[in-house]
């Protein structure tokens, strides 16, 4: 086995490892992967063993050097410390290469949202405005009412079922990843890390979605597929990308709008309104609070207008 074909052999047992006992979603392994064989590119080392510090220090200045994020890079790290963490269990490494090893710094960056009356424009105009909607226009409709009234990343939007259902043993099927309860209001959606978790959906997706079911044709694989393409299979994450960036241009908004964008405009809108962070984290579905409270400055920023805005003492003269 040349020394090449060795190096993959050991990326190849860990993306197993992650798919079988971790059991990361397909998305997170690709990502992985595509990490993992970028570092194994960039070390050009003989084997996985001689890596040291300052080899990682210098594939990370590389990446830095061609205009690649410190976030992005950050992940990177994160990805690579996570391969040398499992293979320390496998072979003997004197010490974990990636280890102290830091992205450089990145500027505080909120996330973009929507103010409350562009975000309803946005998902409401269009079909709703149609003698005779087209049903991909009510497909349409249905995804984005959903997106913005339950906070839902595109990979659980993606993957929603039109009800539960159990697959036959022997069909080959998969698992529902997440489906519509219509009678209770809400949708069970699988997220990071596995994590089901169930989101109250408000009355107007409601009635988008009974909208679109009512024209829904079956899917072309036979499957339960909630959302379909052109071609009645099950929708993509890229294809309701582009959906929306096309939808938003039609509506007239100034700002280029992605699938995230409505997440963020959810987060940001219940948390204005409510100002309960605990439950804006159950519903995006957040392991950690630290990663909703960005919100929070989002919050701020609603807060500072309206008193510019309203405040006597706060108008310029």
Not at 86 to 102: C, E, H, M, Y
Not at 145 to 158: C, D, P
Not at 188 to 202: D, Q, W
């Amino acid at each position: 086995m040349t020394e090449r074909a060795a190096r993959h052999a050991w990326l190849a047992r860990y993306l197993e490892q992650l798919a079988t006992q971790r059991q990361l979603s397909a998305l997170t392994i690709d990502a992985y992967r595509r990490d993992l064989h970028e570092l194994d590119a960039l070390a050009g080392a003989p084997s996985w063993q001689v890596l040291v510090h300052a080899d990682i220090r210098r594939c990370a200045a590389t990446l830095h050097g061609r205009g690649l994020g410190a976030r992005s890079i950050a992940r990177k790290l994160s990805s690579w410390r996570g391969f040398f963490d499992w293979l320390a269990q496998q072979l003997p490494l004197a010490a974990n290469p990636v280890d102290g090893v830091r992205a450089p710094r990145r500027p505080t960056s909120l996330p973009k949202a929507l103010s409350v009356d562009d975000a309803v424009h946005l998902v409401s105009c269009g079909a709703a405005l149609r003698d005779q909607p087209q049903p991909f226009e009510l497909c349409n409709r249905a995804m984005f009412e959903l997106m913005y009234s339950s906070g839902l990343r595109v990979s659980e939007l993606a993957g929603l079922d039109v009800a539960w259902a159990r697959p036959a043993a022997d069909s080959g099927a998969r698992a529902p990843l997440g489906w519509l309860d219509l009678a209770a209001g809400d949708v069970l959606v699988t997220g990071k890390g596995n994590k089901m978790r169930r989101v109250p959906v408000g009355s107007h997706a409601l009635a988008a979605l009974q909208a679109w079911l009512a024209v829904r044709p079956g899917a072309a694989d036979g499957g339960n597929a909630l959302f379909l393409s052109q071609r009645a299979t099950r929708v993509s994450p890229r294809v309701v990308q582009l959906r929306l960036a096309a939808h938003a241009a039609k509506a007239g908004t100034a700002v280029k709008v992605h699938p995230h964008v409505l997440r963020h405009s959810f987060a940001s809108h219940v948390l204005q309104s409510s100002g309960d962070l605990r439950a804006v984290q159950e519903m995006l579905g957040h392991a950690s609070i630290t990663s909703t409270q960005v919100y929070t400055a989002l919050d701020f920023q609603h807060l500072a207008a309206v008193y510019d805005q309203a405040h006597p003492r706060a108008k310029a003269k």
